[in-house]
């Protein structure tokens, strides 16, 4: 079946610190992959994507590398904002033809970032 | 903008009662989802629900779980006999067409939060 693993948090940060927040995933297909960003009282929302090898998805300084050598999808970022602090999902999707329309989830990881 | 609402936000209740958690996806939206997160899990699917039946479920969703859309608006799953590992933040999400999935764009609530003691 399909899963994805990501890094356990919290992850703390000051402002304007380089962040990696690392996902891995095993698929039966050829995956689209996500991020989600969850902010404080509101649901999760795509952060970027990517739908083939080596694609970059990329949304608000925010970039993810879809590498399928290694099956990895890590969300990067060069310089964090206060505002950026929230719970973060990778998720993928395997294509119309494995017969499903359900998004698999990680376990999130929460970002803080201080001042 | 559009968006996904789910009632209640926070939800206790004792082992054995039922329990139903509402949501109103958003209108024109054809494709629902409930997913729930255990603390410190994964998230995890539960059932999609299209064309007024179930369309996927997975094997959390066992019969003591129904999904119902009553009225065109609002669309539930219920817990009959709520045990204390149904404590959980509970997320339901919509999109247009079931295709849409592949695009990610699903919009999720803000999520209920049920605490089963």
């Known amino acids: 079946g399909n899963s994805v693993t990501q890094m356990e948090g919290p992850v703390t940060l000051s402002e304007e610190a380089f962040l990696t927040i690392n996902c891995t995933y095993t698929?039966?297909?050829?995956?689209?992959l996500f991020w989600y960003v969850q902010y404080p009282g509101e649901g999760l929302q795509l952060l970027l994507k990517?739908?083939?090898?080596?694609d970059k998805g990329s949304n608000k300084g925010f970039e993810a590398t879809y590498r399928k050598e290694t099956t990895s999808f890590h969300l990067e970022k060069g310089s964090v904002q206060v505002s950026d602090s929230a719970v973060y999902f990778c998720?993928?999707?395997?294509?119309?033809?494995?017969?499903?329309?359900?998004?698999?989830f990680g376990r999130g990881t929460s970002l803080i970032v201080h001042p | 903008e559009p968006e996904v609402t789910q009632t209640p936000s926070h939800q206790v209740t004792q082992m054995g009662q039922e329990v139903i958690l509402r949501c109103v996806p958003i209108s024109n939206h054809l494709y629902f989802y409930w997913y729930r997160q255990i603390l410190g899990q994964k998230v995890e699917f539960l059932v999609s629900f299209y064309n007024n039946e179930i369309s996927e479920k997975s094997e959390i969703f066992d019969d003591q779980f129904s999904v119902e859309r009553p009225d065109g608006s609002n669309f539930t799953l219920k817990i009959r006999s709520t045990k204390l590992e149904d404590s959980a933040m509970y997320f339901c999400a919509s999109i247009l067409n079931p295709g849409d999935a592949n695009t990610g764009e699903l919009f999720f609530g803000e999520g209920s939060r049920l605490t089963v003691l």
């Open positions: 998720a993928l999707i395997d294509p119309p033809s494995g017969g499903s329309y359900i998004p698999t």
């Open positions: 698929a039966t297909g050829y995956p689209s």
């Open positions: 990517a739908t083939k090898a080596d």
